[in-house]
């Protein structure tokens, strides 16, 4: 990979020489799902597939910017500082916005770089590319420039630039997961005060398989603005009758106890999906520890059926291939993961079934939604980092 992308590097910007490598995963969310921004727990893991970077400084003040992923908009270039949103300037938009908090943050990027991007994870799936060229950036000008942040700070960065500089109003999973990651782990994050701890995720006999629906995501981003603000008024509500902070400080029983207090039916099936998918992640890593797949996998059904039937996020596209998933001889799990309204499912597969799986899921859902869904057999690998 190196080779070909510093053959394409001097390609783009002349030469090659001093060019330093650097990689970002993308990642799966394995069970908790729409909890990170309800104070609740997620179990994500960081992907061998993400985003690799060239970069080194240059002497022109400006700040270049080359994806192989959008030939078609050659070398993008802004000044090296004062970095503003352009609709105009398409997806550079994500590593200028990290390159905007560094400079609110008081990291001053005292030169310009050469910048190209390469990534291999399909784009806008919910496998969070976004996150990725996002964090890759944030380890370029960490070690280019020598600043002094560590990866937590580096995933708080990263989520306040999509957050604040390109509009996305996302929690702090990404980001947290793409910096954090560990080969063979998967990482049981508390969002309400980023505490967390590693998982050991070595399948054996099994495989995580991606299923990307290829549906465009259309309204995606205004249903998830609008589910976050449905469960930030059941919150408010419920706290006029109880102390607490997120909708994940309440068990089922709590929640069961006090939940006619949210006057409207439909956030109070919101905040039902976010307090028992809270506990449901809980008790899936428990599982987990104890060597229970089975339950693990049982745990992963019920989250896409919370996901389906209270939060209403998923849609004929992924409910296809999760149904049609279920019903595959060694399947141990399988749901919606992300954010929903399209993207992907993620299944814990038995060896000998993964073929089979691909091929009959893949069967029925081109014949039911009329167009392919592509299949990725994933492995867990290591948070971003410079690579040799
Ligand atoms: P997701 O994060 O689920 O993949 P998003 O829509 O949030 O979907 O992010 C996809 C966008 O991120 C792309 O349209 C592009 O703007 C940007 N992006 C991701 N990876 C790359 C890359 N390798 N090169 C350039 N832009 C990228
Ligand atoms: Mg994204």
Redesign the pocket.
């Known amino acids: 990979m190196k080779e070909r992308l510093l053959e394409k590097f001097a390609e783009v910007y002349g030469e090659s020489q001093g060019a330093e490598y650097f990689f970002a995963p993308?990642r799966v969310n394995l069970i908790g799902e729409h909890t990170d921004y309800n104070g609740g727990h997620v179990f994500p893991c960081a992907l061998t597939i993400g985003?690799y970077a060239l970069a080194r400084k240059n002497s022109t003040g400006m700040m270049n910017f080359y994806?192989?992923?959008?030939p078609q908009r050659g070398v993008v270039s802004v000044p090296a500082e004062n970095f503003v949103y352009e609709s105009g300037d398409?997806?550079t938009?994500?590593p200028k916005g990290v390159m905007w908090v560094f400079e609110q943050k008081g990291y001053h990027i005292t030169s310009g770089l050469d910048i190209l991007?390469?990534?291999n994870?399909?784009?806008?799936?919910?496998?969070?590319?976004?996150?990725?060229?996002e964090v890759v950036t944030a380890v370029i000008l960490k070690e280019i420039f020598g600043f002094d942040v560590d990866m937590v700070q580096v995933s708080l960065f990263t989520q306040m630039a999509e957050n604040q500089f390109n509009g996305?109003n996302c929690g702090i999973m990404?980001q947290f997961s793409i910096a954090m990651g560990k080969k063979d782990h998967a990482i049981f994050l508390d969002t309400a005060d980023l505490s967390y701890t590693y998982a050991p995720l070595k399948l054996e006999n099994a495989k995580i398989v991606i299923a990307c629906s290829n549906k465009k995501?259309g309204l995606a981003d205004s249903k998830y603005n609008e589910r976050r603000c449905q469960c930030e008024k059941a919150l408010a509500e419920l706290k006029t009758v109880v102390n607490i902070n997120n909708l994940g400080d309440l068990t089922e029983e709590q929640f069961e106890e006090v939940k006619d207090t949210i006057s409207d039916p439909v956030n109070r099936q919101r905040a039902k999906h976010a307090v028992y998918e809270n506990q449901r992640t809980i008790r899936a890593v428990e599982a987990l520890k104890a060597n229970d797949i089975a339950l693990f996998g049982k745990l992963m059904n019920e989250s896409h059926v919370s996901l389906r039937d209270d939060y209403e996020v998923t849609g004929i596209e992924l409910d296809t291939l999760v149904e049609a998933a279920w019903e595959q001889p060694g399947v141990i799990g399988s749901r919606m993961t992300?954010a929903g309204f399209g993207?992907c499912t993620v299944s814990i597969v038995e060896d000998s079934a993964v073929e089979a799986f691909t091929e009959e899921v893949g069967k029925k859902y081109l014949e039911k939604i009329g167009y392919a869904a592509d299949f990725y057999v994933v492995s867990i690998g290591d948070g971003a980092r410079k690579l040799d």
């Open positions: 993308g985003t994806s192989e992923n959008f398409g997806w938009n994500y991007y390469f990534g994870i399909p784009n806008g799936s919910g496998l969070s590319s976004s996150a990725s060229i996305v990404d995501r992300g993207g």
